[in-house]
Protein backbone atom coordinates (compact mmCIF):
# COMPACT_ATOMS: atom_id res chain seq x y z
CA UNK A 1 0.00 0.00 0.00
CA UNK A 2 1.07 3.70 -1.06
CA UNK A 3 1.49 5.56 2.57
CA UNK A 4 -0.59 8.78 2.07
CA UNK A 5 1.19 11.98 2.65
CA UNK A 6 0.21 14.09 6.21
CA UNK A 7 1.39 16.82 7.21
CA UNK A 8 3.09 16.75 10.63
CA UNK A 9 1.16 17.01 13.57
CA UNK A 10 3.27 20.07 14.69
CA UNK A 11 2.79 21.67 11.77
CA UNK A 12 -0.80 21.23 11.79
CA UNK A 13 -1.06 22.59 15.34
CA UNK A 14 1.18 25.66 14.34
CA UNK A 15 -1.30 26.09 10.90
CA UNK A 16 -4.47 25.74 13.44
CA UNK A 17 -2.87 28.49 15.88
CA UNK A 18 -2.43 31.19 13.34
CA UNK A 19 -5.65 30.18 11.87
CA UNK A 20 -7.38 30.78 15.35
CA UNK A 21 -5.46 34.27 15.83
CA UNK A 22 -6.84 35.19 12.32
CA UNK A 23 -10.27 34.51 13.47
CA UNK A 24 -9.72 35.47 16.89
CA UNK A 25 -8.08 38.61 16.55
CA UNK A 26 -7.43 39.97 13.23
CA UNK A 27 -10.71 39.68 11.23
CA UNK A 28 -12.85 40.75 14.40
CA UNK A 29 -10.09 44.25 14.11
CA UNK A 30 -10.75 43.86 10.58
CA UNK A 31 -14.42 44.93 11.12
CA UNK A 32 -13.30 48.24 12.94
CA UNK A 33 -11.22 50.13 10.70
CA UNK A 34 -11.45 51.08 6.84
CA UNK A 35 -12.00 48.90 4.17
CA UNK A 36 -8.61 49.43 2.93
CA UNK A 37 -6.37 49.39 5.96
CA UNK A 38 -2.70 48.65 5.48
CA UNK A 39 -1.99 48.96 9.73
CA UNK A 40 -4.01 48.46 12.55
CA UNK A 41 -3.64 51.05 15.88
CA UNK A 42 -0.63 50.95 17.65
CA UNK A 43 -2.21 49.34 20.85
CA UNK A 44 -4.04 46.94 19.09
CA UNK A 45 -0.35 45.88 17.50
CA UNK A 46 1.20 45.71 20.71
CA UNK A 47 -1.31 43.54 22.50
CA UNK A 48 -1.13 41.21 19.62
CA UNK A 49 2.58 41.03 18.60
CA UNK A 50 2.96 40.13 22.48
CA UNK A 51 0.77 37.60 21.80
CA UNK A 52 2.48 36.13 18.79
CA UNK A 53 5.48 36.36 20.67
CA UNK A 54 4.63 34.10 23.84
CA UNK A 55 3.06 31.86 21.19
CA UNK A 56 6.04 31.26 19.78
CA UNK A 57 4.54 32.66 16.38
CA UNK A 58 6.79 35.36 15.73
CA UNK A 59 9.06 35.86 12.05
CA UNK A 60 8.57 32.56 11.47
CA UNK A 61 10.36 32.30 8.21
CA UNK A 62 13.91 34.09 9.90
CA UNK A 63 16.46 31.92 11.13
CA UNK A 64 16.46 30.38 14.62
CA UNK A 65 20.23 32.20 15.23
CA UNK A 66 18.49 35.28 13.76
CA UNK A 67 15.34 35.54 16.09
CA UNK A 68 12.80 33.67 13.96
CA UNK A 69 11.23 31.04 14.42
CA UNK A 70 13.76 29.13 11.62
CA UNK A 71 10.45 26.79 9.49
CA UNK A 72 11.62 25.48 7.01
CA UNK A 73 9.85 26.60 3.69
CA UNK A 74 7.68 23.67 3.10
CA UNK A 75 6.48 24.81 6.60
CA UNK A 76 6.27 28.26 6.21
CA UNK A 77 4.41 27.29 2.77
CA UNK A 78 1.50 26.19 5.29
CA UNK A 79 1.74 28.52 7.41
CA UNK A 80 1.29 31.18 4.82
CA UNK A 81 -1.26 29.96 3.06
CA UNK A 82 -3.45 29.83 6.90
CA UNK A 83 -1.76 33.61 7.68
CA UNK A 84 -3.04 35.66 4.77
CA UNK A 85 -6.55 34.88 5.30
CA UNK A 86 -7.80 38.32 5.93
CA UNK A 87 -9.05 41.34 3.89
CA UNK A 88 -5.71 43.11 4.36
CA UNK A 89 -3.91 39.55 4.44
CA UNK A 90 -1.95 39.34 0.89
CA UNK A 91 0.17 42.14 1.52
CA UNK A 92 -0.02 43.00 4.92
CA UNK A 93 -0.45 39.14 6.69
CA UNK A 94 -1.84 39.87 9.78
CA UNK A 95 -0.68 43.35 9.89
CA UNK A 96 2.92 42.72 10.74
CA UNK A 97 1.99 40.90 13.94
CA UNK A 98 3.50 37.68 13.59
CA UNK A 99 6.67 40.00 12.44
CA UNK A 100 8.12 41.31 9.33
CA UNK A 101 10.89 39.64 7.86
CA UNK A 102 13.98 42.05 6.49
CA UNK A 103 14.32 41.25 2.42
CA UNK A 104 16.09 37.97 2.62
CA UNK A 105 19.30 38.78 0.70
CA UNK A 106 21.01 40.53 4.36
CA UNK A 107 21.57 37.18 6.08
CA UNK A 108 24.45 37.42 2.70
CA UNK A 109 25.60 40.25 4.78
CA UNK A 110 28.56 40.05 7.54
CA UNK A 111 27.92 40.37 11.08
CA UNK A 112 27.79 44.48 10.94
CA UNK A 113 25.44 44.33 8.31
CA UNK A 114 23.10 41.79 9.78
CA UNK A 115 23.42 43.58 13.62
CA UNK A 116 23.04 47.20 12.27
CA UNK A 117 20.11 46.04 10.01
CA UNK A 118 18.83 41.94 9.74
CA UNK A 119 18.47 41.82 13.69
CA UNK A 120 16.57 45.01 14.39
CA UNK A 121 14.11 44.51 11.83
CA UNK A 122 13.30 41.20 12.97
CA UNK A 123 13.28 43.04 16.18
CA UNK A 124 10.29 45.70 14.67
CA UNK A 125 12.52 48.33 15.36
CA UNK A 126 13.16 48.89 11.53
CA UNK A 127 11.48 48.26 8.34
CA UNK A 128 13.60 47.27 5.31
CA UNK A 129 13.22 47.08 1.49
CA UNK A 130 14.52 45.61 -1.77
CA UNK A 131 15.46 47.80 -5.04
CA UNK A 132 15.81 45.99 -8.50
CA UNK A 133 13.29 47.58 -10.72
CA UNK A 134 14.16 50.86 -12.47
CA UNK A 135 11.88 52.71 -14.66
CA UNK A 136 13.88 51.31 -17.94
CA UNK A 137 12.10 47.91 -16.81
CA UNK A 138 11.99 45.01 -14.45
CA UNK A 139 11.52 41.71 -16.41
CA UNK A 140 15.09 41.47 -17.12
CA UNK A 141 16.96 43.71 -14.94
CA UNK A 142 20.58 42.27 -15.72
CA UNK A 143 19.95 44.57 -18.57
CA UNK A 144 17.86 46.93 -17.03
CA UNK A 145 19.75 48.25 -14.45
CA UNK A 146 21.09 51.79 -15.24
CA UNK A 147 21.46 53.44 -11.72
CA UNK A 148 25.15 52.85 -11.23
CA UNK A 149 27.75 53.80 -8.09
CA UNK A 150 31.18 54.78 -8.46
CA UNK A 151 34.18 54.83 -5.73
CA UNK A 152 35.16 57.60 -4.26
CA UNK A 153 37.79 57.19 -1.55
CA UNK A 154 36.38 54.23 0.36
CA UNK A 155 33.08 55.29 -0.34
CA UNK A 156 30.59 54.95 -3.29
CA UNK A 157 28.45 57.43 -4.83
CA UNK A 158 25.00 56.27 -6.75
CA UNK A 159 23.10 58.20 -9.04
CA UNK A 160 19.71 56.67 -10.89
CA UNK A 161 16.17 55.59 -9.63
CA UNK A 162 14.29 52.59 -8.71
CA UNK A 163 10.66 51.90 -9.59
CA UNK A 164 7.91 50.19 -7.86
CA UNK A 165 9.85 49.44 -4.47
CA UNK A 166 7.28 47.76 -1.75
CA UNK A 167 8.18 49.02 1.47
CA UNK A 168 10.31 51.84 0.69
CA UNK A 169 7.67 55.20 1.73
CA UNK A 170 7.69 53.52 5.56
CA UNK A 171 11.17 51.92 5.91
CA UNK A 172 14.52 52.98 7.38
CA UNK A 173 16.94 51.05 4.96
CA UNK A 174 17.05 48.80 2.13
CA UNK A 175 19.31 46.91 -1.01
CA UNK A 176 19.89 48.76 -3.82
CA UNK A 177 21.16 46.88 -6.67
CA UNK A 178 24.03 48.91 -8.62
CA UNK A 179 25.83 49.11 -12.04
CA UNK A 180 29.50 48.81 -10.63
CA UNK A 181 31.08 47.31 -14.05
CA UNK A 182 29.10 49.32 -16.86
CA UNK A 183 31.08 46.97 -19.48
CA UNK A 184 29.56 43.79 -17.79
CA UNK A 185 25.84 42.61 -18.24
CA UNK A 186 26.33 41.42 -14.66
CA UNK A 187 28.68 43.86 -13.19
CA UNK A 188 26.09 44.70 -10.57
CA UNK A 189 26.85 45.00 -6.91
CA UNK A 190 24.01 45.40 -3.75
CA UNK A 191 24.48 48.43 -0.92
CA UNK A 192 22.45 48.74 2.06
CA UNK A 193 21.26 52.23 2.16
CA UNK A 194 19.05 54.50 4.48
CA UNK A 195 16.16 56.36 3.43
CA UNK A 196 17.28 59.25 5.60
CA UNK A 197 20.38 59.59 4.02
CA UNK A 198 21.15 62.86 1.85
CA UNK A 199 21.36 62.21 -1.62
CA UNK A 200 17.83 59.41 -1.24
CA UNK A 201 14.15 60.52 -1.97
CA UNK A 202 11.61 58.67 -2.46
CA UNK A 203 8.30 59.29 -3.78
CA UNK A 204 5.46 57.32 -3.42
CA UNK A 205 3.76 55.34 -6.64
CA UNK A 206 -0.30 55.72 -6.41
CA UNK A 207 -0.86 51.82 -7.70
CA UNK A 208 -4.44 49.80 -7.28
CA UNK A 209 -3.57 48.42 -3.76
CA UNK A 210 -3.58 50.62 -0.61
CA UNK A 211 0.09 49.42 0.24
CA UNK A 212 1.66 51.41 -2.01
CA UNK A 213 5.20 51.14 -3.57
CA UNK A 214 7.57 54.12 -3.94
CA UNK A 215 10.03 55.20 -6.61
CA UNK A 216 13.53 56.15 -5.41
CA UNK A 217 15.87 59.15 -6.32
CA UNK A 218 19.94 58.74 -5.92
CA UNK A 219 21.21 62.00 -6.30
CA UNK A 220 25.00 61.55 -5.40
CA UNK A 221 24.30 59.21 -2.34
CA UNK A 222 27.61 58.46 -0.21
CA UNK A 223 27.33 54.95 0.82
CA UNK A 224 30.52 53.80 3.32
CA UNK A 225 31.89 50.53 1.79
CA UNK A 226 31.18 48.53 4.65
CA UNK A 227 27.72 48.64 3.58
CA UNK A 228 28.13 47.11 0.01
CA UNK A 229 26.22 43.10 0.58
CA UNK A 230 28.57 40.57 -0.34
CA UNK A 231 31.20 41.06 -2.91
CA UNK A 232 31.74 44.19 -5.68
CA UNK A 233 30.28 43.17 -8.79
CA UNK A 234 28.83 39.91 -7.44
CA UNK A 235 25.40 41.21 -6.90
CA UNK A 236 24.10 39.52 -9.66
CA UNK A 237 25.41 36.34 -8.10
CA UNK A 238 23.74 36.82 -4.98
CA UNK A 239 20.52 37.25 -6.87
CA UNK A 240 21.06 34.29 -9.23
CA UNK A 241 22.19 32.41 -5.75
CA UNK A 242 18.28 31.45 -6.35
CA UNK A 243 17.07 34.25 -3.54
CA UNK A 244 14.62 35.73 -6.50
CA UNK A 245 13.29 32.52 -7.41
CA UNK A 246 13.03 31.33 -3.69
CA UNK A 247 10.52 34.65 -3.01
CA UNK A 248 8.10 33.01 -5.45
CA UNK A 249 7.48 30.29 -2.78
CA UNK A 250 5.66 31.57 -0.37
CA UNK A 251 4.58 34.85 -2.16
CA UNK A 252 2.62 32.16 -4.60
CA UNK A 253 1.71 29.97 -0.83
CA UNK A 254 0.19 33.59 0.03
CA UNK A 255 -1.80 33.70 -3.61
CA UNK A 256 -3.44 30.02 -2.40
CA UNK A 257 -4.44 31.34 0.38
CA UNK A 258 -6.37 34.27 -0.48
CA UNK A 259 -7.98 32.12 -3.36
CA UNK A 260 -9.14 29.53 -0.19
CA UNK A 261 -10.57 32.28 1.75
CA UNK A 262 -12.58 33.95 -1.42
CA UNK A 263 -13.88 30.00 -2.60
CA UNK A 264 -15.06 29.38 1.05
CA UNK A 265 -17.09 32.91 0.94
CA UNK A 266 -18.25 31.64 -2.34
CA UNK A 267 -19.40 28.35 -1.03
CA UNK A 268 -21.01 29.84 2.07
CA UNK A 269 -22.97 32.51 0.27
CA UNK A 270 -24.53 30.17 -2.14
CA UNK A 271 -25.99 28.09 0.49
CA UNK A 272 -27.89 30.92 2.27
CA UNK A 273 -28.80 33.16 -1.29
CA UNK A 274 -31.88 32.68 -2.06
CA UNK A 275 -33.12 33.59 -5.94
CA UNK A 276 -36.29 31.84 -8.12
CA UNK A 277 -37.72 30.35 -4.64
CA UNK A 278 -34.34 28.37 -4.48
CA UNK A 279 -30.28 28.55 -2.90
CA UNK A 280 -27.40 29.73 -5.54
CA UNK A 281 -26.26 26.02 -4.70
CA UNK A 282 -28.84 24.70 -6.34
CA UNK A 283 -28.04 25.84 -9.48
CA UNK A 284 -25.56 24.01 -12.03
CA UNK A 285 -24.33 27.39 -13.25
CA UNK A 286 -23.50 28.34 -9.74
CA UNK A 287 -22.12 24.74 -8.13
CA UNK A 288 -19.53 24.91 -11.45
CA UNK A 289 -18.27 27.97 -10.58
CA UNK A 290 -17.31 26.57 -7.41
CA UNK A 291 -16.34 23.01 -8.78
CA UNK A 292 -13.43 25.54 -11.12
CA UNK A 293 -12.26 27.18 -7.99
CA UNK A 294 -12.14 23.73 -5.94
CA UNK A 295 -9.95 21.89 -8.71
CA UNK A 296 -7.52 24.95 -9.35
CA UNK A 297 -6.92 25.27 -5.73
CA UNK A 298 -6.09 21.90 -4.90
CA UNK A 299 -3.50 21.53 -7.95
CA UNK A 300 -2.13 24.89 -6.68
CA UNK A 301 -1.91 23.66 -3.28
CA UNK A 302 0.49 20.63 -4.57
CA UNK A 303 2.36 22.77 -6.73
CA UNK A 304 3.27 25.30 -4.41
CA UNK A 305 4.25 22.33 -1.95
CA UNK A 306 6.70 20.58 -4.77
CA UNK A 307 8.45 23.54 -5.18
CA UNK A 308 8.59 24.01 -1.55
CA UNK A 309 9.87 20.64 -1.35
CA UNK A 310 12.29 20.43 -3.76
CA UNK A 311 13.77 23.68 -2.01
CA UNK A 312 14.02 22.14 1.01
CA UNK A 313 15.93 19.37 -0.51
CA UNK A 314 18.29 21.36 -2.10
CA UNK A 315 17.05 20.73 -5.68
CA UNK A 316 17.19 22.58 -8.17
CA UNK A 317 13.87 23.86 -7.67
CA UNK A 318 13.51 27.32 -10.49
CA UNK A 319 10.99 25.72 -12.77
CA UNK A 320 8.74 24.54 -9.74
CA UNK A 321 8.78 27.59 -8.51
CA UNK A 322 7.77 29.36 -11.75
CA UNK A 323 4.98 26.73 -12.37
CA UNK A 324 3.60 27.79 -8.80
CA UNK A 325 4.00 31.05 -9.39
CA UNK A 326 1.87 31.21 -12.65
CA UNK A 327 -0.65 28.70 -11.53
CA UNK A 328 -1.34 30.26 -7.82
CA UNK A 329 -1.53 33.77 -9.61
CA UNK A 330 -4.27 33.28 -12.31
CA UNK A 331 -5.89 30.83 -9.61
CA UNK A 332 -6.27 34.01 -7.06
CA UNK A 333 -7.27 35.77 -10.05
CA UNK A 334 -10.20 33.72 -10.98
CA UNK A 335 -11.18 32.49 -7.67
CA UNK A 336 -11.78 35.53 -6.51
CA UNK A 337 -13.48 36.44 -9.85
CA UNK A 338 -15.93 33.88 -9.56
CA UNK A 339 -16.76 34.58 -5.82
CA UNK A 340 -17.71 38.25 -7.02
CA UNK A 341 -19.85 36.56 -9.29
CA UNK A 342 -21.37 34.39 -7.13
CA UNK A 343 -22.16 37.61 -4.44
CA UNK A 344 -23.53 39.67 -7.00
CA UNK A 345 -23.40 43.53 -6.28
CA UNK A 346 -22.17 42.48 -2.75
CA UNK A 347 -19.09 40.95 -4.33
CA UNK A 348 -18.36 44.92 -5.28
CA UNK A 349 -19.10 46.59 -2.22
CA UNK A 350 -16.16 47.23 0.12
CA UNK A 351 -18.28 46.09 2.75
CA UNK A 352 -16.69 42.70 1.90
CA UNK A 353 -12.84 41.63 1.26
CA UNK A 354 -13.71 40.50 -2.18
CA UNK A 355 -13.50 43.84 -4.24
CA UNK A 356 -9.63 44.58 -2.35
CA UNK A 357 -8.55 40.94 -3.38
CA UNK A 358 -9.99 41.33 -6.61
CA UNK A 359 -7.30 44.73 -7.12
CA UNK A 360 -4.73 42.82 -5.32
CA UNK A 361 -5.02 39.70 -7.29
CA UNK A 362 -4.19 41.54 -10.55
CA UNK A 363 -0.54 42.71 -9.38
CA UNK A 364 0.41 39.20 -8.60
CA UNK A 365 0.48 38.36 -12.16
CA UNK A 366 3.38 41.21 -12.04
CA UNK A 367 5.05 41.13 -9.03
CA UNK A 368 7.66 38.99 -8.01
CA UNK A 369 8.72 38.43 -11.77
CA UNK A 370 5.36 38.41 -14.43
CA UNK A 371 4.08 35.87 -15.87
CA UNK A 372 5.46 35.92 -18.95
CA UNK A 373 9.27 36.03 -17.31
CA UNK A 374 8.18 32.49 -15.79
CA UNK A 375 6.85 30.90 -19.01
CA UNK A 376 10.22 31.66 -20.03
CA UNK A 377 11.72 30.00 -17.20
CA UNK A 378 9.52 26.82 -17.49
CA UNK A 379 10.38 26.98 -21.15
CA UNK A 380 14.02 26.98 -20.78
CA UNK A 381 14.09 24.25 -18.46
CA UNK A 382 11.25 22.26 -21.13
CA UNK A 383 13.39 22.67 -23.87
CA UNK A 384 16.88 22.41 -22.10
CA UNK A 385 16.61 20.08 -19.25
CA UNK A 386 18.95 20.88 -16.50
CA UNK A 387 20.58 23.28 -18.82
CA UNK A 388 22.60 26.49 -17.10
CA UNK A 389 20.08 29.48 -16.89
CA UNK A 390 20.75 33.21 -15.92
C1 LIG B 1 2.89 46.99 -6.76
C2 LIG B 1 4.24 46.56 -7.19
C3 LIG B 1 5.23 46.32 -6.24
C4 LIG B 1 6.53 45.97 -6.64
N1 LIG B 1 7.52 45.81 -5.69
C5 LIG B 1 8.81 45.68 -6.10
C6 LIG B 1 9.89 45.68 -5.16
O1 LIG B 1 9.68 45.75 -3.93
N2 LIG B 1 11.17 45.62 -5.62
C7 LIG B 1 11.46 45.55 -6.95
O2 LIG B 1 12.63 45.50 -7.31
N3 LIG B 1 10.45 45.52 -7.88
C8 LIG B 1 9.15 45.59 -7.49
N4 LIG B 1 8.13 45.60 -8.41
C9 LIG B 1 8.47 45.56 -9.83
C10 LIG B 1 8.09 44.28 -10.53
O3 LIG B 1 8.97 43.25 -10.17
C11 LIG B 1 8.10 44.61 -12.03
O4 LIG B 1 6.96 45.41 -12.30
C12 LIG B 1 8.11 43.38 -12.89
O5 LIG B 1 9.32 42.69 -12.75
C13 LIG B 1 7.93 43.74 -14.39
O6 LIG B 1 8.78 44.76 -14.78
P1 LIG B 1 8.17 46.03 -15.57
O7 LIG B 1 7.00 46.52 -14.80
O8 LIG B 1 9.27 46.99 -15.80
O9 LIG B 1 7.65 45.45 -16.93
P2 LIG B 1 8.54 45.15 -18.31
O10 LIG B 1 9.79 44.52 -17.90
O11 LIG B 1 8.59 46.47 -19.00
O12 LIG B 1 7.57 44.20 -19.02
C14 LIG B 1 6.28 44.62 -19.51
C15 LIG B 1 5.43 43.40 -19.83
O13 LIG B 1 6.04 42.65 -20.87
C16 LIG B 1 6.19 41.31 -20.47
N5 LIG B 1 7.43 40.79 -21.05
C17 LIG B 1 8.69 41.18 -20.75
N6 LIG B 1 9.58 40.49 -21.49
C18 LIG B 1 8.86 39.63 -22.26
C19 LIG B 1 9.20 38.64 -23.23
N7 LIG B 1 10.48 38.38 -23.53
N8 LIG B 1 8.21 37.96 -23.83
C20 LIG B 1 6.92 38.22 -23.52
N9 LIG B 1 6.53 39.13 -22.61
C21 LIG B 1 7.49 39.83 -21.99
C22 LIG B 1 6.25 41.33 -18.96
O14 LIG B 1 5.86 40.10 -18.43
C23 LIG B 1 5.27 42.45 -18.65
O15 LIG B 1 3.97 41.91 -18.62
C24 LIG B 1 6.82 45.86 -8.02
C25 LIG B 1 5.81 46.07 -8.97
C26 LIG B 1 4.54 46.41 -8.57
C27 LIG B 1 3.49 46.65 -9.63
Given at each position: MTERYELPEELRLTRNLVSDFNKNEIIPLEQE?????ITIPENDFSRLSQKTKEMGL?????PEKH?????SLFANAVIAEEMV???????CPAYGTMGDAP????????EYQIKKYGLPTVEHKLKGWFAITEPSGGSDPARAIQTHAKRDGDDWIINGSKLFISGSPWGNWGIVFAR???????GITAFIVEN????LTVEPVPVMRAYYPGQLFFDDLRVP??????EVDGGWDLLANKLLARARIPYSASNLGVAVAAHKMAVEYSKTRETFGA?????QAIQWMLVDSEIEIRACRWLVWEAAWQFDNGEDFRQAASVAKVHSAETLGNVVDRAIQVHGGMGV????PLERWYREARIRRIGEGPTEVQKMVIAREILNPGGVHA
Open positions: IPHDSWCLAVGGAGLQHAAGLYPEIIWAGDTDPESRRDWPGSENVLGPLASRTEWL
